[in-house]
């Protein structure tokens, strides 16, 4: 009776264990790989296009124009929604390789470029001041350390390096309004849409799979894809406002 109690316990804390963890990624030779492709467009009418008022530095920040579009929500005219994190569920594909150039996050009239930066957990990312001003980058990680740093004008380029999976939400203290994302992966099958709500994801093995469609305003949405060798799968999805 005792050991049948002591076994019992021991089978639900690996239980416990095993739910708090995810699977664990597969690296595997992908040769009949297929690709998902479409497009996510707002369902219904999008509201209009927020604006930021630019109060400082206005000789740089205000270059291109005295109101800026905030980038928060961006809906093109035929309903696409930029900047969608697609991440397609995979628990086994092709290897996840931190990239050889790192990937770049510029300021630019005091916006973010790219707004939503996709990389590979593991990779640096090369920060750069491409306005000759004073900008502060401030990563609000909680998974990976937390990094605030100021950039000055003699300062072009700060390197960071985020080591573990996390979406992460960019801020200059210096420019309130400026706004941007790190997501770090830990699956080489992801996109971001562009301005047109499109995205493409090649290289999948043949499969039905979990897709995972996030936004920043409009928060986290799940679909299904079917996946087939050698082809190529279309889809048209859609996200809806809060
Ligand atoms: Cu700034």
Redesign the pocket.
Known sequence: MRRTLFLSALAVVATASLAGRAVAYEAIAVTDGGTLSGTVTYDGTPPAAAKIEVTKDPEVCGKESKEKVNPVLLVGSGGGIANVVVTVKATKGKKLEVPATNPVFD?RT?EFHPHVLVFPAGSTVDVINS?G????IHTTSTVNPSQNQAQPKFKPKIQIKVEKPETIAIK?D??GW?SGYWVATETPYVAVTAADGSFKIADLPPGDYEVELWQEKLGKAMQKASVKAKEETKVAWKMAGK
């Open positions: 300021q005091c306005d001003i004073l900008h502060n200059c210096v420019h400026m």
